[in-house]
T-cell receptor, first 115, second 108 residues
Framework: DGGITQSPKYLFRKEGQNVTLSCEQNLNHDAMYWYRQDPGQGLRLIYYSQIVNDFQKGDIAEGYSVSREKKESFPLTVTSAQKNPTAFYLCASSIGDSTGLDEQYFGPGTRLTVT | DAKTTQPNSMESNEEEPVHLPCNHSTISGTDYIHWYRQLPSQGPEYVIH???SNVNNRMASLAIAEDRKSSTLILHRATLRDAAVYYCILRDGNDMRFGAGTRLTVKP
């Protein structure tokens, strides 16, 4: 089955530790995205990548880092510099057409709790 | 950036039509109107999108005002599985900015 997988579903970390969230897609999509969602709010864009070995900051990139070494993988690292890391993290992918209007497919999300 | 305004919540009865409004008075000529929905504890899923003309697909219909300053997502017969948060989003390129959306409750 084609889709996006995120693991783990729940993640617990101590404050001061870096943590990496996994995102894999087998849809052969060029573009991938990371969003953050806080309770009762909409999604906010952290980083996005339109092609392998290239990525751009979104609205709230501070305290986060990404890599895009393979087309199917776009891991997100939440660093200790991120002041409020506890949130629901969502990964998405899309074909990546030139208009930027293509449908985004979302993974099931990872709920990160930092104490 | 152009913004959207949606009611915080709406209720509907099962098997009745639902009209979810969205205001976007500062929309630009190149902004497309997209709708996504998010079921509890899941990632959002695409519903529909349009530019100027009304659009229909298997999930819903999108009615766009002639001046494009507002739009309405129409679910023709709400089911319990349609209970979700519905997001109206203006897109001009890869940037998708989600607001808080409308939480739809469907009563049996």
């Amino acid at each position: 089955d084609g889709g996006i997988t995120q693991s783990p579903k729940y993640l617990f970390r101590k404050e001061g530790q870096n943590v990496t969230l996994s995102c894999e897609q087998n849809l052969n999509h060029d573009a991938m995205y990371w969003y953050r969602q806080d309770p009762g709010q909409g999604l906010r864009l952290i980083y996005y990548s339109q092609i392998v070995n290239d990525f751009q900051k979104g609205d709230i990139a501070e305290g986060y880092s990404v890599s895009r070494e393979k087309k199917e993988s776009f891991p997100l690292t939440v660093t200790s510099a991120q002041k409020n890391p506890t949130a629901f993290y969502l990964c998405a992918s899309s074909i990546g057409d030139s208009t930027g209007l293509d449908e985004q497919y979302f993974g099931p999300g990872t709920r990160l709790t930092v104490t | 950036d152009a913004k959207t305004t949606q009611p915080n919540s709406m209720e509907s009865n099962e098997e009745e039509p639902v009209h979810l409004p969205c205001n976007h008075s500062t929309i630009s000529g190149t902004d497309y109107i997209h709708w996504y929905r998010q079921l509890p504890s899941q990632g959002p899923e695409y519903v529909i999108h349009g530019l100027t003309s009304n659009v229909n697909n298997r999930m819903a219909s999108l009615a766009i005002a002639e001046d494009r300053k507002s739009s309405t997502l129409i679910l023709h017969r709400a089911t319990l599985r349609d209970a979700a948060v519905y997001y109206c989003i203006l897109r001009d390129g890869n940037d998708m900015r989600f607001g808080a959306g409308t939480r739809l409750t469907v009563k049996p």
